[in-house]
Nanobody, 117 residues
Framework: QVQLVESGGGLVQPGGSLRLSCAAS????????MGWYRQAPGKQRELVAS???????YHADSVKGRFTISRDNAKNTVYLRMNSLKPEDTAVYYC???????????WGRGTQVTVSS
């Protein structure tokens, strides 16, 4: 059973920055595409960024130019650098391996990001 442990969230003012980390216990981590998702209160979970095994990235329009996904295969870790944060970025952030319309593994606990003055 793969374990995903997200960290790095917190309370930040609008315009601030955070870096999220996700450690995965998956064997062969480097072969999997990885993604960051978020779920705001009352909304469905959405994919905000993903990175392939080869390092190609995707960022949703809502975060493009502000968020950057990266990975360190030696550490089995994926990161999300978030700059110019907005109140609408407030959500619980999760990582997982995208698979079709869903995700490959069970979800971790996520990390809360709150953007507020």
């Amino acid at each position: 059973q793969v374990q995903l442990v997200e960290s790095g969230g917190g309370l930040v003012q609008p315009g601030g920055s955070l870096r999220l980390s996700c450690a995965a216990s998956a064997s062969g981590f480097s072969i999997y595409a990885m993604g960051w998702y978020r779920q705001a209160p009352g909304k469905q979970r959405e994919l905000v960024a993903s990175i392939t095994s080869g390092g190609n990235t995707y960022h949703a329009d809502s975060v493009k130019g502000r968020f950057t996904i990266s990975r360190d295969n030696a550490k089995n870790t994926v990161y999300l650098r978030m700059n110019s944060l907005k109140p609408e970025d407030t959500a619980v952030y999760y990582c997982n391996a995208p698979m079709g319309p869903g995700a490959r593994w069970s979800w971790g606990r996520g990390t809360q990001v709150t953007v507020s003055s």
